[in-house]
């Protein structure tokens, strides 16, 4: 099993999206994506390409919306979205907000920054990361 703390605070050298599973991690079907959303911010319509999508609050409230409707998304719930469906996160709120997007991997996924995590704490047989 892989734990790890969603840290919610972004500093200097950490993007708005980061990828955080680490590179060799025992992820082979899934990447763990923060995405941070500044007060009165918004994360611009895009696609994951052939990624599924399933996002979950962390702190804050963010509104998560595409053709198919909109979803307010904060901690304790989440909203999943279909491979190749636009989405577009907004911030309504006056504090800073962190959402969790689990993807099935993808091109989108693998051109994602990563964090710097040493190894993935693995201890499957024949795993040597």
Do not use: Y
């Not at 007060?39 to 895009?46: D, I, K, L, N």
């Not at 907000?97 to 993808?106: E, G, I, N, Y």
């Amino acid at each position: 099993m892989f734990g790890m703390t969603i840290t919610t605070a972004p500093d200097a050298t950490e993007t708005q999206v980061l990828r955080l599973d680490p590179e060799g991690g025992p992820f082979r079907e899934l990447a763990a994506v923060r995405i941070h959303v500044p007060a009165g911010g918004t994360v611009p319509a895009h696609s994951h390409g052939t990624s599924e999508l399933l996002l979950t609050g962390v702190t804050g409230p963010v509104e998560a919306s595409c053709g198919c409707g909109a979803k307010t998304v904060g901690p304790g719930t989440f909203a999943m979205l279909p491979a190749g469906k636009e989405i577009t996160l907004t911030n309504h709120g006056t504090e800073a907000a962190t959402v969790l997007a689990v993807l099935s991997q993808s091109t989108f996924t693998d051109a994602l920054p990563r964090a710097q995590t040493p190894g993935c704490g693995c201890k499957a047989p024949g795993h040597t990361a």
